[in-house]
């Protein structure tokens, strides 16, 4: 089974730009979370996507947000970009268990955006 | 709310040598537990996690137990080998469902 995808593997945009990061998961796996981290914060939970809806949000500002289509692709978007949103962005995903409407707890996660704001 | 706390790196050892690195949380219930290990320009890989208390998770040598009583997961290994050189972090994913990270600790191994 091929791993989780991330797309692009390196970013370079300027102050104020937007950014759209991309995450395919592994097949058949329907939850897709997004992480930050940062040297200085570590790793931070964005947010959580299951059949297109999202089902957990960390705190960050409303300029991140994401979204999730049918085929449990993911994108998660940064709008007028911060010098301190520079950062490896992770996607993860995971299985879902339909029955009791939770989530797997192991997540398999992809290599990473880097994504650098001048 | 839910936090880990492990210990502060950089840790650096010489090859065979026993390795330790702390873990305790907090959380309300019963979390699982994690460790993962990110590996230079990569994402993150689970190394070993464990769902209940006393569980003993285990994968290429490391070891960690889950236990209540002192909320840790202290991550163990016998004999280090140069390759074991990363950062590891410990986690948790509790009653809100999303992976809680401690802070990472790098890991250095001398040939």
């Known amino acids: 089974k091929a791993g989780v995808t991330q797309t692009p593997r390196y970013l370079i945009k300027t102050r104020g730009q937007q950014v759209t990061l991309s995450c395919s998961p592994i097949s058949g796996h329907r939850s897709v979370s997004w992480y930050q981290q940062t040297p200085g914060q570590g790793l931070q939970f964005l947010f959580e996507y299951f059949s297109e809806t999202q089902r957990n949000k960390g705190n960050f500002p409303g300029r991140f947000s994401g979204r999730q289509f049918s085929n449990s692709r993911s994108e998660m978007n940064v709008s007028t970009l911060e010098l301190g949103d520079s950062a490896l962005y992770l996607c993860a995903s995971s299985l879902y268990h339909e029955t009791s409407g939770r989530r797997y707890n192991e997540q398999f996660f992809g290599p990473g955006t880097r994504l650098t704001v001048l | 709310g839910d936090s880990v706390t492990q210990m502060e790196g950089p840790v650096t050892l010489s090859e065979e040598a026993f390795l330790t690195i702390n873990c305790t949380y907090t959380?309300?219930?019963?979390?699982?537990l994690f460790w993962y290990v990110q590996y230079p320009g990569e994402g993150l890989q689970l190394l070993l996690k464990a769902t209940k208390a006393d569980d003993k998770g285990s994968n290429k040598g490391f070891e960690a137990t889950y236990r209540k009583e002192t909320t840790s997961f202290h991550l163990e290994k016998g004999s280090v080998q140069v390759s074991d050189s990363a950062v590891y972090f410990c986690?948790?994913?509790?009653?809100?469902?999303?992976?809680?990270f401690g802070s990472g600790t790098r890991l250095s191994i001398r040939p």
């Open positions: 959380a309300t219930g019963y979390p699982s």
């Open positions: 986690a948790l994913s509790g009653s809100a469902s999303k992976i809680i």
